[in-house]
């Protein structure tokens, strides 16, 4: 029995299993009511600017703009979303830090748009994280966010000179890795050229892979707070661009400073180096996109030499090493194909169900990757492969 993507009995059966009766109930009326209430009310509100916002072409217009450098010398901040060109940080003088989301609003109450969303996403993305404020911080701090009367929210921790929020939209491999851990090479970029030492300011009580990550991508250079106050205003906010996927800096960036724990497999190896491991991404812990025939699919892909590995139970430096030695990756769509920012010529075969998204194949088109997409039947919140095809598949990827 299944009522739409977001919602099957085998997925709420497993949330179940894992949350327990009376959390699942409330994060299920809570996805109910941001998805069927308040997203497009929050949508409307942006639309027909009710909510005060700051687009990314004001924000250079009217703010102290650092960007990076372009390759030929030559500083620029374009409008173009996901382009090297359009690389900065801009700084909003009194900006309030708001934890809960990572969103930035001016002394004068508006919301930086840039600080959650790119600019070419709908109204209905940019306020997503708006509406966690709700159901996290109440009714009375949401009111007071959408009237821009910032000047009511409190605690406020004022303590602060530089603050730039390094929060992720959701508290995903995915968002942290992609979205989130790239800022750092804008941030240095802004250290270098100013002078001036921004503090980090990260979420309460991060889990293990996103301190690791952070630590193996130099976040620990950067003096240091994690998110306890409702609320922050600094001198300065600091708002990096949004990054919503990698551009070929970046995919170097990343490469570099994991150069330590690539073996040879590094930005300086040649084309001996050996990369012969071919890897299966499982989800078979996950709620939702598992492969509903994962033996056929293991039986199958044994013949080609792949191992299935379940990324969550790796510390984060294993993980880098095993998609830097990868010579191909095949594996369902989720957050574990993030970490293909740290592979080198490989060949991707990512496997979905009827919800077809972009996010690895632009990643794989900025690193060079060959890359391929196998579409399977729905099967409730999981996929059923058809294994004839994936063997095809598999066999122009690797054959």
């Not at 039986?299 to 095993?322: I, M, N, S, T």
Request: net charge negative.
């Amino acid at each position: 029995m299944q009522f739409g993507t977001h919602f099957s009995a085998r997925k709420l059966r497993r949330k179940l299993d894992a949350s327990g009766p009376w959390a699942t109930c409330a994060a299920s009326a809570e996805l109910l009511s941001r998805k069927l209430l308040f997203t497009p009310l929050f949508a409307t509100l942006l639309e027909r600017r009710a909510l005060g916002a700051v687009s990314r072409e004001r924000l250079l217009a009217t703010h102290d703009v650092h960007p990076l450098q372009s390759p030929d010398g030559r500083q620029t901040a374009g409008s173009d979303a996901d382009s090297e060109s359009s690389r900065f940080v801009v700084a909003v003088p009194g900006g309030y830090v708001l934890p809960g989301s990572g969103g930035v609003f001016t002394a004068d109450g508006e919301f930086v748009v840039e600080s959650v969303a790119p600019p070419t996403m709908d109204a209905a993305y940019k306020t997503i994280p708006l509406i966690g404020h709700l159901f996290h911080d109440g009714p009375r701090f949401t009111l007071d966010l959408l009237r821009g009367d910032v000047r009511s929210l409190g605690p406020v921790d004022d303590s602060a000179d530089l603050l730039c929020p390094l929060i992720p939209r959701y508290r995903n491999y995915y968002h942290w890795t992609v979205e989130t851990l790239p800022k750092l090479r804008l941030l240095d970029t802004f250290r270098r050229e100013t002078g001036r030492e921004p503090t980090l300011l990260l979420p309460d009580d991060p889990p293990s892979w996103m301190l690791e990550s952070f630590r193996i991508l130099g976040g620990e250079d950067f003096p240091i707070r994690h998110a306890r106050a409702p609320v922050y205003r600094a001198d300065s906010a600091l708002v990096p661009a949004f990054v919503y996927t990698i551009t070929a800096e970046d995919y170097e960036w990343f490469r570099r400073l994991t150069a330590g724990l690539r073996g040879n497999t590094d930005a300086n190896a040649g084309d001996d180096t050996d990369r012969s491991r071919r890897i299966y991404v499982s989800r078979a812990g996950a709620r939702e996109r598992r492969v509903h025939n994962d033996a056929a699919v293991l039986d199958a892909l044994d013949d080609y030499g792949f191992e299935p590995y379940r990324l969550e139970e790796l510390p984060v430096a294993e993980q880098v090493r095993l998609f830097a030695d990868a010579e191909a990756v095949v594996g369902p769509h989720g957050a574990g194909l993030s970490n293909l920012v740290y592979s080198e010529d490989v060949a991707v075969v990512e496997l979905f169900g009827s919800n077809v998204k972009d996010n690895f194949a632009r990643i794989a088109e900025t690193a060079g990757f060959e890359y391929h997409r196998l579409q399977g039947r729905q099967d409730g919140p999981d996929i059923d492969v058809d294994v004839s095809r994936l063997r095809e598949t598999v066999e122009r990827a690797v054959g």
